[in-house]
């Protein structure tokens, strides 16, 4: 993983969540130290930690582990990711329509 990666990632997921340090802290049950150091990779999480983060930021792990786009084209993914999570079943089956005609219609 890329340094500065996690951290990046996870500052990003809180702030598009317009959560401090201290709310996200303390959803997770961790201090407000702690998550400073999580955050500027001072400290690494550890695993029961960062499937919190990923609970409570609503963004998958993959998103949070690995760079395998740009940073741009990882933001967007984040973006679909927290605004599908907050969608009805019925909003989603709309949105998996649209990606699968898209995605017909791509080369």
Not at 11 to 39: C, F, G, V, W, Y
């Amino acid at each position: 993983m890329k340094d500065g990666l996690l951290g990046d990632t996870i500052r990003r997921a809180r702030m598009d969540n317009k959560m401090t340090q201290e709310q996200l802290a303390e959803a997770i049950n961790i201090s407000p130290t702690h998550m400073k150091h999580i955050e500027s990779e001072h400290r690494k999480p550890s695993v029961e930690v960062l499937f919190l983060l990923a609970d409570v930021l609503n963004f998958s792990m993959d998103a949070m582990l690995m760079e395998t786009q740009s940073t741009e084209h990882a933001k967007r993914v984040n973006e679909m990711n927290l605004m599908m999570n907050k969608c009805t079943d019925e909003e989603l089956d709309v949105f998996l329509a649209a990606l699968r005609e898209l995605m017909k219609h791509k080369r």
